[in-house]
């Protein structure tokens, strides 16, 4: 039933904010030619944000605001059949995911420059100033002169929810407007229902005083505020900030318009560069010749927490690494940081390994999309001065419905393109893994997981003309099947690693999704053949056994030509004795059995395996793998038991392996020479 409550209001006095409204003084509402309610908003001063404890950094400090003119806000989000009036074939969007489907609905589905354009339609159809809210304006009008989390409470009532949980797929929910109260200015749903796109560039608050802010000279991202269905209700709080690439469009956001001009303060700066891109050396690195002498140095941490001076923020779980080398010769490494891998707290953050150093920069922020998680990254060099970056973008939290952005540097990493989304739908088989590799015919193959489970294969997509376009041979397919001997459209396996052939198929590697051994010693780490550029793939077992959750290998060719396997003997959790370890050989030929990461090589294009090795120089080390890994010990016969692996090889044939936490060096001489005791 809804419910609704008069607009008159008594007199409101707040101490310290200086917000008067005359008692019994209704606020002044008109209807436009969309009978739109419109709401006068009077002048006021407010504090925005809050202490901003935590995953809420971005909302300190707080601050005072002044808004030095009324203006005039809609009581409501924009409808569908608002919204259509300025663009009837966004019917079509009407019921996808299972929202929106009626007149009174909140619209959904539009981007920042859907939503201007209708502001822009609007002013020259009615001959007035529409425009979307500045942050400011729409925090000031969502507070109603209130301090608390939500303008009628500390905590949001249980009986305003829409589905107020996190799901990975959105449940129903009826997205109608005005369904419940008010504030007591006279605005619905400025808790909840639909997010609303804002006007600013997103960017960090100043403490000092300010007077009709208008946000960032400049961004990436726009602002959102409000807060939708099927989220947590901590992310619609008054003073919760989030922010969208403002092509982005999907199920969360929608926008309400404010009629008035807009202020013409002076944007805020920017917020200062990252560490990681600051004093980087635009020289090319002279890489010293190739050693044929057997390399394998002191492993060291790739991850360093901060220093208390530094303000990166830092979680609890850090993992899901990607590498590249620069021109310069410095190392170029990033992973998420995160208290939960569905979070949407999750951060990018980034290392630089500078040339001629043995110790990595402290973190700072690479990539971080206010409150959407970010699950998957990879980074890529052209070999001539080009780094691609790609990352996957969450409507909300989870990592199922993931977008694919790309963004380039030609200059070290020091800056980068904005993001350009690969694939702009929010959908399966857009999970990044790190290992983007270029085919012979000049075309990049990225590769992503194509479910978000623990199987469910592995799908690549492709660009043909320089990471311009990309394309995807498979369809989503919601519950694959992987055969020996059958063809399938999806690569057996999860988190797989990719390369191809020198007859030009593509062969891959995974997780998962294992296929039964020919030599009734159970199941086997699949292996999948691609002879039409991923449009199908056959699948084999292979003679190495299967990893598990916390592990991801490596498939890459290495400048020498030859493939290199980099996996782990077995899970942790592994209880068959028969199943734990791997046989290798020692300097006299005598075999043992080794437990944890190896290397294999093949020089026979992945037929066999001539050269494996446990991924240890035999020194007794007590070390941290971080992410899931934690503490083990290295050891002759040990090596780490888990992580998720990247790498990247330098022009001086050096291989770069990071796990979890740790970076390792070695090269091909060293996993083809006898190990010493």
Same mark, same amino acid.
């Given at each position: 039933?809804?419910?609704?409550?008069?607009?008159?209001?008594?007199?409101?006095?707040?101490?310290?904010?200086?917000?008067?409204?005359?008692?019994?003084?209704?606020?002044?509402?008109?209807?436009?030619?969309?009978?739109?309610?419109?709401?006068?908003?009077?002048?006021?001063?407010?504090?925005?944000?809050?202490?901003?404890?935590?995953?809420?950094?971005?909302?300190?400090?707080?601050?005072?605001?002044?808004?030095?003119?009324?203006?005039?806000?809609?009581?409501?989000?924009?409808?569908?059949?608002?919204?259509?009036?300025?663009?009837?074939?966004?019917?079509?969007?009407?019921?996808?995911?299972?929202?929106?489907?009626?007149?009174?609905?909140?619209?959904?589905?539009?981007?920042?420059?859907?939503?201007?354009?209708?502001?822009?339609?609007?002013?020259?159809?009615?001959?007035?100033?529409?425009?979307?809210?500045?942050?400011?304006?729409?925090?000031?009008?969502?507070?109603?002169?209130?301090?608390?989390?939500?303008?009628?409470?500390?905590?949001?009532?249980?009986?305003?929810?829409?589905?107020?949980?996190?799901?990975?797929?959105?449940?129903?929910?009826?997205?109608?407007?005005?369904?419940?109260?008010?504030?007591?200015?006279?605005?619905?749903?400025?808790?909840?229902?639909?997010?609303?796109?804002?006007?600013?560039?997103?960017?960090?608050?100043?403490?000092?005083?300010?007077?009709?802010?208008?946000?960032?000279?400049?961004?990436?991202?726009?602002?959102?505020?409000?807060?939708?269905?099927?989220?947590?209700?901590?992310?619609?709080?008054?003073?919760?900030?989030?922010?969208?690439?403002?092509?982005?469009?999907?199920?969360?956001?929608?926008?309400?318009?404010?009629?008035?001009?807009?202020?013409?303060?002076?944007?805020?700066?920017?917020?200062?560069?990252?560490?990681?891109?600051?004093?980087?050396?635009?020289?090319?690195?002279?890489?010293?010749?190739?050693?044929?002498?057997?390399?394998?140095?002191?492993?060291?941490?790739?991850?360093?927490?901060?220093?208390?001076?530094?303000?990166?923020?830092?979680?609890?779980?850090?993992?899901?690494?990607?590498?590249?080398?620069?021109?310069?010769?410095?190392?170029?490494?990033?992973?998420?940081?995160?208290?939960?891998?569905?979070?949407?707290?999750?951060?990018?953050?980034?290392?630089?390994?500078?040339?001629?150093?043995?110790?990595?920069?402290?973190?700072?922020?690479?990539?971080?999309?206010?409150?959407?998680?970010?699950?998957?990254?990879?980074?890529?060099?052209?070999?001539?001065?080009?780094?691609?970056?790609?990352?996957?973008?969450?409507?909300?939290?989870?990592?199922?419905?993931?977008?694919?952005?790309?963004?380039?540097?030609?200059?070290?990493?020091?800056?980068?393109?904005?993001?350009?989304?690969?694939?702009?739908?929010?959908?399966?088989?857009?999970?990044?893994?790190?290992?983007?590799? #270029?085919?012979?015919?000049?075309?990049?193959?990225?590769?992503?997981?194509?479910?978000?489970?623990?199987?469910?294969?592995?799908?690549?997509?492709?660009?043909?003309?320089?990471? #311009?376009?990309? %394309?995807?041979?498979?369809?989503?397919?919601?519950?694959?099947?992987? #055969?020996?001997?059958?063809?399938? %459209?999806?690569?057996?396996?999860?988190?797989?690693?990719?390369?191809?052939?020198?007859?030009?198929?593509?062969?891959?590697?995974?997780?998962?999704?294992?296929?039964?051994?020919?030599?009734?010693?159970?199941?086997?780490?699949?292996?999948?053949?691609?002879?039409?550029?991923?449009?199908?793939?056959?699948?084999?077992?292979?003679?190495?056994?299967?990893?598990?959750?916390?592990?991801?290998?490596?498939?890459?060719?290495?400048?020498?030509?030859?493939?290199?396997?980099?996996?782990?003997?077995?899970?942790?959790?592994? #209880?068959?004795?028969?199943?734990?370890?791997?046989?290798?050989?020692?300097?006299?030929?005598? %075999?043992?059995?080794?437990?944890?990461?190896?290397?294999?090589?093949?020089?026979? %294009?992945?037929?066999?395996?001539?050269?494996?090795?446990?991924?240890?120089?035999?020194?007794?080390?007590?070390?941290?793998?971080?992410?899931?890994?934690?503490?083990?010990?290295?050891?002759?016969?040990?090596?780490?038991?888990?992580?998720?692996?990247?790498?990247?090889?330098?022009?001086?044939?050096?291989?770069?392996?990071?796990?979890?936490?740790?970076?390792?060096?070695?090269?091909?001489?060293?996993?083809?020479?006898?190990?010493?005791?």
């Amino acid at each position: 039933m809804m419910r609704k409550i008069c607009c008159s209001v008594v007199l409101v006095l707040i101490a310290n904010l200086g917000i008067v409204v005359a008692q019994n003084q209704p606020l002044q509402k008109s209807t436009n030619s969309l009978r739109m309610e419109m709401v006068n908003i009077p002048s006021g001063r407010f504090y925005m944000g809050s202490d901003g404890r935590g995953k809420n950094f971005d909302e300190a400090p707080a601050h005072v605001v002044q808004i030095t003119k009324p203006f005039k806000i809609s009581a409501t989000e924009v409808t569908n059949a608002q919204y259509e009036q300025f663009d009837p074939q966004h019917k079509s969007y009407r019921g996808k995911k299972g929202l929106s489907k009626a007149d009174d609905e909140a619209v959904i589905f539009v981007s920042y420059e859907d939503a201007l354009a209708f502001c822009k339609w609007l002013s020259k159809k009615e001959g007035k100033n529409y425009r979307l809210p500045m942050e400011a304006e729409w925090e000031y009008a969502c507070r109603a002169g209130t301090l608390s989390g939500f303008s009628m409470a500390g905590k949001m009532p249980k009986e305003l929810y829409k589905v107020q949980e996190f799901n990975r797929d959105p449940k129903p929910v009826s997205l109608q407007v005005a369904q419940f109260e008010p504030n007591t200015w006279g605005l619905y749903d400025m808790h909840g229902n639909v997010e609303e796109w804002c006007a600013d560039w997103y960017g960090p608050y100043q403490a000092k005083e300010q007077r009709d802010p208008v946000g960032a000279v400049s961004g990436n991202y726009r602002v959102t505020r409000g807060g939708s269905h099927n989220t947590p209700p901590e992310f619609l709080r008054s003073a919760n900030r989030l922010a969208m690439i403002p092509e982005d469009k999907n199920w969360v956001v929608g926008f309400r318009i404010v009629e008035g001009e807009m202020p013409t303060t002076a944007a805020l700066p920017n917020a200062g560069p990252s560490a990681y891109v600051i004093n980087v050396a635009q020289h090319t690195f002279e890489w010293s010749q190739s050693s044929k002498e057997p390399l394998f140095m002191e492993p060291i941490y790739y991850i360093r927490e901060p220093s208390p001076t530094n303000k990166t923020p830092f979680y609890l779980h850090n993992h899901c690494p990607a590498i590249t080398w620069c021109t310069n010769g410095d190392l170029l490494a990033i992973w998420f940081s995160t208290d939960d891998e569905s979070g949407r707290e999750m951060t990018i953050l980034a290392s630089r390994l500078r040339a001629g150093k043995n110790e990595w920069d402290e973190p700072s922020e690479f990539l971080r999309i206010p409150d959407r998680n970010l699950t998957g990254s990879s980074l890529f060099h052209d070999g001539k001065g080009t780094i691609i970056h790609t990352n996957g973008v969450e409507v909300a939290g989870g990592w199922k419905n993931l977008a694919m952005i790309n963004r380039i540097s030609t200059d070290n990493g020091a800056t980068w393109s904005e993001p350009k989304f690969i694939n702009a739908d929010h959908e399966m088989q857009n999970q990044v893994i790190a290992g983007m590799f #270029k085919t012979k015919e000049g075309w990049l193959i990225q590769a992503a997981d194509a479910h978000p489970g623990q199987a469910g294969g592995t799908a690549i997509h492709i660009s043909k003309d320089n990471g #311009k376009t990309w %394309e995807k041979p498979s369809k989503i397919i919601q519950n694959p099947t992987f #055969k020996e001997g059958t063809d399938g %459209e999806l690569i057996a396996g999860i988190h797989a690693g990719v390369v191809q052939l020198k007859n030009g198929n593509l062969m891959a590697l995974g997780r998962n999704n294992d296929l039964e051994a020919k030599d009734n010693m159970g199941l086997r780490m699949p292996m999948s053949i691609s002879k039409d550029m991923g449009k199908s793939w056959t699948y084999t077992p292979t003679e190495f056994l299967p990893i598990y959750s916390g592990q991801r290998l490596i498939l890459r060719r290495l400048n020498e030509g030859a493939l290199l396997l980099i996996s782990f003997t077995h899970h942790p959790r592994e #209880k068959n004795e028969q199943r734990r370890g791997m046989m290798f050989k020692d300097i006299t030929g005598n %075999e043992y059995k080794g437990y944890g990461m190896f290397a294999a090589v093949s020089f026979d %294009e992945g037929k066999t395996w001539s050269t494996k090795k446990l991924l240890t120089d035999g020194k007794d080390r007590y070390m941290d793998g971080g992410g899931w890994t934690g503490f083990f010990e290295m050891t002759k016969n040990n090596a780490e038991p888990m992580g998720y692996l990247a790498a990247t090889q330098t022009p001086d044939n050096v291989i770069h392996l990071i796990s979890s936490k740790i970076h390792y060096r070695f090269n091909l001489a060293w996993l083809t020479s006898s190990p010493k005791n």
